[in-house]
Structure formats: structure tokens, C-alpha cells
């Protein structure tokens, strides 16, 4: 039994440290956007109501951590920058999807791909 | 019975005050008993309670509730509490005890399919009915016991997620196993489900019962024997579908009827759960 305890307190200590070793080898999101993912122009971009509803997606899923007018605070960016005027729709729109989990941006697989190129239009409205 | 309707009130109470309280963001997990890959988020909270009711043949109805806190440590690291309770008729009402979880996402980009290492350590009595998995020969005879909470169980369970998002659908499968640190043989399971939002598409407009805040779908779980006895021979197994209904304000109501599939199974569970995400937990402590 005390084998067993020991067993699964090491693999509770060994599971974070593995993570923290693969997060420690990442670089920086922008880098990593593969090419063909970079190119993908955004099927929605310009439409009004895709804006709207960007905005809608926004407040609903990422203005706790980046505030409600997407200006950031100490620890999550602000979203009217350089950095998110000079990306393409299809590097956000690859951000959205894949997160930068060692940042702490979780990855937004989970909406659909056609609202999160929603969020794409309403991101580059804000540049 | 008394215990039972005291126990389906306080659900209810609990249920309102998390639909009427408000922040943004939403819980994960669309089924019950699989787990996806999706994490919470970095520093939210997710409070909630997932119940399960049944009437066992042979044996008394029972309502079983596992309150759950979710916490985002960091985007690759889930970890989670369990609060597990139990009422049944002509019986009593009791606590069963607590499980401990923690999910890590050991590739941090998405890929085709997305492992999830997850480990748990539970603490409970024999009384437990929360069903939040299906494991060994778990089977329907199991719930014909009076309430007895002598037996205690210290367990380990592993289980390894795989989960895919593919044009709105999410598949995952989960594969179990669980031992008894009391010395006795590894158990397995599975469970795999399958869900989609009905609209892919987000509207304009602010909407509350409209078809992008509502899922479908479906999961399959049961035991697969245990270590000198592995295959489905005294396993029981459940299909069930799901609905996710995402209230706007942060709330997440979820219904499952799930049916029994052999004879060793519970002919009928019904499932029900709420949860409320409170965004950014440490950050708002700390203003007030």
C-alpha cells in the first residue's frame, strides 16, 4: 500500500515538472505560425455583422483577461498593438486556435472555426 | 423520501443562485462522465454540482450529487475538487466522501488528435453513487445495498484523454484505470462521447435560448473488467445523450438521460449539472 502512495505522490511531483520542461523549450507564438496558416485570408473580413458578433464572442470569452475594451492590464496584453495590427487574419486566427499555453493564453479550439475568424474580424477593427 | 425531496430543493436553490449570479465566461466540459481536452482557464474558478438519479430495481431511488471547483492553474494544468453526496429513499442522506484531480496537456499546440494525461486520488465510502465513471464490474446490484459507509476506498485512477475538435464536432475517448490502494487489482474502463453546438456560426445579436448557445451530442461509457479479468464479461455500459444549454452570464446547464445497455446496467440514470465560471478568481480576491 505504502508502494502505491508512494507511486502516485511521484507521479502527481513528475507530471508538472515534465510540463514545465516542455513549456520552458517554446519560443514565441509568432514564430511558430506555420506558413500555410499565416496565408489563410479570413473569410468574413470587412463584414459588419461578423464585427458585431466578434465583439459579442469578445466579451464573452476574453474580456476577463483582457478587458473590456481589450486594454490589457499587468498581466494579459493589450489588444490595440503593433503586434495585432501587423499579424494576419490567419496568424490570430491560429493563436485563437492553438493558445500560447506557456503565456498562460489558453487555446480556443472549442469555438467553431467560423467564430473564431468572427473574433479575427472584430480584433483587426479594434487596429 | 423526505430526504430525496429535501436533497432535489436544494439542487434547485443552488441551481437559481448560479443562473442569476453573473461574470463571462463558460465551463468546458459539454458531457459528464468524458473528459475533452479543453482546460479551464488560467485563474477561473468553476463552481458547480453534477447529480445523478436513479431507481434501482429491486432497491431504492437514489439522488447523488458531486459538487464540483475547477480551477485553472495554468493553461496546460486543470485541477479539480469533488464533494460527493448521496440521498436515498427509505435510506438516508450522507457525505461519501472527496476526489482530487489533475489534468495536464503535455503538448501545448493543438494537433489532429489531443492527449490529456489525467490523475486522481479519491477518498470515499462504499455509499458513493455519484457515477462519474464506470469501471471493473461495476454493475447494477452494487446500488441495491443500504447506505452503508463503513467501507472506505482510497483509490487511484489514471486515464489517458484523446480528444479531437474537427468542424465543430468534439470527439473524445477516455481510457480508465483504477486501483484501490488497498491492495487490490487494477480496474479499467472507457468512456467516448461526441458533441457539436448547434449553430457554428455566432449571431449579432445578444440571444439566450438560441441555437449557437446550445449543444448536442452524445457519450458511451462502461468497465472493462479488471486486471485478471479483462473483456466485458459482468461489465455494465450506458448511452446517453447530452444537452449543454450556455445561459448568458457565465452559466452552464447540462441534462443526460442515460440508458442501460445489458442486463447488468441500470435500466434508466438521469442526469442533470450546473456550473458557474467566476472569471479571474485571485484577481478579484485581491481588489476587494
Not at chain 2, 5 to 21: H, P, Q, V
Request: glycine share 8%; aromatic share 10%.
Amino acid at each position: 500500500m505504502r508502494r502505491w502512495r508512494v507511486a502516485v505522490l511521484g507521479f502527481c511531483i513528475a507530471l508538472p515538472a515534465l510540463a514545465i520542461s516542455i513549456e520552458a523549450g517554446d519560443g514565441r507564438w509568432q514564430a511558430n505560425v506555420p506558413s500555410g496558416a499565416r496565408q489563410r485570408p479570413n473569410p468574413m473580413a470587412n463584414e459588419a455583422s461578423a464585427i458585431a458578433a466578434g465583439a459579442k464572442l469578445f466579451q464573452r470569452n476574453c474580456s476577463s483577461c483582457h478587458g473590456k475594451q481589450a486594454e490589457g492590464n499587468a498581466k494579459h496584453p493589450d489588444l490595440h498593438s503593433d503586434r495585432i495590427r501587423g499579424a494576419t487574419p490567419g496568424e490570430l486566427e491560429w493563436l485563437l486556435k492553438n493558445g500560447s499555453l506557456k503565456n498562460g493564453m489558453p487555446s480556443w479550439s472549442r469555438l467553431p472555426e467560423p467564430q473564431r475568424w468572427q473574433l479575427v474580424s472584430f480584433l483587426k477593427s479594434l487596429n | 423520501m423526505i430526504t430525496l425531496l429535501k436533497s432535489l430543493t436544494a439542487s434547485a436553490i443552488l441551481a437559481i443562485l448560479l443562473i442569476f449570479l453573473s461574470c463571462t465566461a463558460f465551463p468546458q466540459e459539454t458531457y459528464f462522465v468524458t473528459y475533452s481536452h479543453q482546460m479551464e482557464e488560467p485563474g477561473n474558478l468553476e463552481v458547480g454540482v453534477r447529480s445523478v438519479t436513479a431507481s434501482p430495481k429491486g432497491g431504492n431511488a437514489f439522488l447523488a450529487h458531486a459538487f464540483e471547483f475547477e480551477y485553472g492553474v495554468k493553461a496546460w494544468w486543470t485541477s479539480e475538487l469533488y464533494l460527493d453526496s448521496q440521498s436515498t429513499a427509505n435510506e438516508s442522506s450522507l457525505f461519501t466522501g472527496f476526489r482530487w484531480e489533475n489534468r495536464f496537456r503535455p503538448l501545448l499546440r493543438e494537433h489532429w488528435i489531443n492527449p490529456v494525461l489525467y490523475i486522481e486520488f479519491e477518498n470515499i465510502n462504499s455509499a458513493d453513487k455519484s457515477l462519474l465513471e464506470v469501471v471493473g464490474h461495476d454493475m447494477r446490484n452494487g446500488f441495491l445495498e443500504r447506505n452503508d459507509r463503513h467501507e472506505k476506498k482510497r483509490e487511484a485512477e489514471l486515464k489517458l484523454i484523446l480528444s479531437s475538435n474537427v468542424k465543430g464536432w468534439n470527439i473524445s475517448e477516455n481510457m480508465i484505470a483504477e486501483k484501490n490502494l488497498a491492495g487490490e487489482p487494477w480496474e479499467f474502463g472507457y468512456a467516448v462521447g461526441v458533441s457539436r453546438p448547434l449553430a457554428l456560426i455566432a449571431s449579432a445579436k445578444q440571444c439566450v435560448f438560441c441555437r449557437e448557445n446550445l449543444s448536442a451530442g452524445a457519450e458511451m461509457y462502461g468497465g472493462l473488467g479488471e486486471r485478471y479479468s479483462f473483456g466485458l464479461r459482468d461489465t455494465s455500459h450506458y448511452l446517453a445523450p447530452v444537452v449543454e444549454w450556455r445561459v448568458p452570464g457565465s452559466t452552464t446547464l447540462k441534462f443526460s438521460p442515460g440508458f442501460g445497455l445489458n442486463s447488468n446496467s441500470q435500466r434508466f440514470l438521469f442526469r442533470f449539472g450546473v456550473s458557474y465560471e467566476i472569471d479571474q478568481i485571485a484577481s478579484r480576491l485581491r481588489e476587494h
